[in-house]
C-alpha cells in the first residue's frame, strides 16, 4: 500500500473504468487519465489516491477528497471509490485500503468518513457493515450536472437585491 504518483494515473484510470463497467456506469466514465493526474498530482491537487500493490501491479486504490461537517464543525473525508480488482478480491486488500483512509480521517481529527454504495452492491454492503459503518437511510444524495446547473442558472432568477 501505497500513495500514488503521477505515474500511476493510467493504471488507476484503467482501475476506474473496470469499476464503472462493474457498476453497470461504464457510459457514465468520460475523463481521462491526464485529467485524474492533475486532479490528483497538479499545482492544485483535489483528490488523494492510494494504491495497492501485489507482484509490482497496481491492482486495487481508493480515492478520496475532504470534507467539512458545519455541524461538528470538524473536516472529514468522503472516499469516493474503493475497489479492488476481482482476480485480488478477498485477500484482505479492500480492508486495507479502507483501514489507510480511516487512519487518515483520525490522523487529521476527522468527524467522519463516509462513502456511498450502490444499493444492490450486496458484497460490498455486507463487507462494510462487518466493520461497523452504518447506512444510512434517510439522507438522499443530490447531484447537479454542468448542463443541470447551466439550465438552473439560465432559467432562475435570484430576485433583485
Known amino acids: 500500500m501505497r500513495e500514488a504518483t503521477r505515474a500511476d494515473a493510467p493504471r488507476v484510470w484503467d482501475l476506474i473504468l473496470e469499476l464503472a463497467d462493474y457498476e ?3 457510459h457514465l466514465a ?3 487519465a491526464e485529467a485524474l493526474a492533475e ?7 483535489v483528490v488523494e489516491i492510494l494504491v ?3 507482484a509490482g501491479a497496481v491492482v ?7 470534507t467539512y461537517s458545519t455541524f ?9 471509490d474503493l475497489y479492488v480488482t476481482p482476480s485480488h478480491r478477498g485477500r484482505g486488500i479492500g480492508k486495507a ?8 480521517a483520525l490522523a487529521r481529527g476527522c468527524g467522519r468518513l463516509e462513502w456511498s454504495v450502490l ?6 454492503i455486507a463487507f462494510y457493515e462487518s466493520l461497523g459503518a452504518k447506512r444510512l437511510t434517510e439522507w438522499q444524495i443530490c447531484r447537479m450536472t454542468p448542463a443541470s446547473i447551466e439550465s438552473m442558472l439560465g432559467s432562475s432568477s435570484l430576485g433583485s437585491p
Not at 464543525?73 to 468522503?78: K, L, N, S, Y
Open 72 to 80: 461538528l464543525t470538524r473536516p472529514g473525508i468522503w472516499m469516493e
Open 97 to 104: 485500503l479502507l483501514f489507510a483512509v480511516a487512519e487518515r
Open 30 to 32: 468520460t475523463g481521462s
Open 24 to 26: 453497470k456506469l461504464a
Open 119 to 124: 444499493d444492490w452492491n450486496a458484497p460490498s
Open 52 to 54: 495497492a500493490e501485489t
Open 39 to 45: 486532479h490528483a498530482f497538479g499545482p492544485r491537487p
Open 60 to 66: 486495487g486504490y481508493t480515492l478520496f477528497f475532504p
